[in-house]
Every structure is written in C-alpha cells, then in structure tokens.
C-alpha cells in the first residue's frame, strides 16, 4: 500500500519562508518522479516541481524561490519554499510518478492528502 505523507505547512508572513517534507512509503521511491503541486480554492491544481533522477524542475511561477530536493535512503522528499507571497497560498501535495509530462497531474499515480499553506500579506 502506497503512502505518501505530506508535512511542514502552516501560516506565515509574506517573505517568510516554509519547508514541506513529504514521507513516502510501499513504492520504489528512487524509481519515482516526485513531484509538488497546489491547489488554492476555486482554482485548478497546478505543478509547482518536480525532481528524478534527469534533474529538477519548476513552475516559472516559483523559479528562484522554491527548491525541491530528495533522499532516497529515507524515501523523503522536500520543497524549500523562501520570499513566499500571499498568491502562494494553497494546498500543497507530493505527488508520485512514472510517466513522463511532469507538469501534468494526470501523470501522477499516487498522492498525499496535503499540506495548507497560508501566507498572510
């Protein structure tokens, strides 16, 4: 049975900056993209990184701020999110795949039930 758990969110300031963790068991992890995404309401969820074993990758929207990282040993993976701002509130979910378009939530096969992000201005 897959798990993946995420962790580390909460309410911060504009600027401030949050680390979410992401625990992820039953699967492979190496073999895995690990992806984040948000979803804020009434709004559609978005990529937001995503890391394997070819490099990582960002929404343009969190380029330069956001950092995403993992370990494998520990089958953790983690978002470094600083100069966080107020339309980076959401929902934060890990997200695991094996396909290839990893902007694309319909390529991921397992996710975590999230983490809210609030950042106040």
């Known amino acids: 049975q897959v798990q993946l758990v995420e962790s580390g969110g909460g309410l911060v300031q504009a600027g401030d900056s949050l680390r979410l963790s992401c625990a992820a068991s039953g699967l492979t992890f190496s073999s895995y993209t690990m992806g984040w995404f948000r979803q804020a309401p009434g709004k559609e969820r978005e990529f937001v990184a995503a890391i394997n074993w070819r490099g990582t990758y960002y929404a343009d929207s969190v380029k330069g701020r956001f950092t995403i990282s993992r370990d494998n040993p520990k089958n953790m993976v983690y978002l470094q999110m600083n100069s966080l701002k107020p339309e980076d509130t959401a929902v934060y979910f890990c997200?695991?795949?094996?396909?290839?378009?990893?902007?694309?939530?319909?390529?991921?096969?397992?996710w975590g039930q999230g983490t809210q992000v609030t950042v106040s201005s």
């Open positions: 997200a695991a795949s094996q396909g290839l378009r990893l902007s694309q939530p319909s390529e991921y096969k397992y």
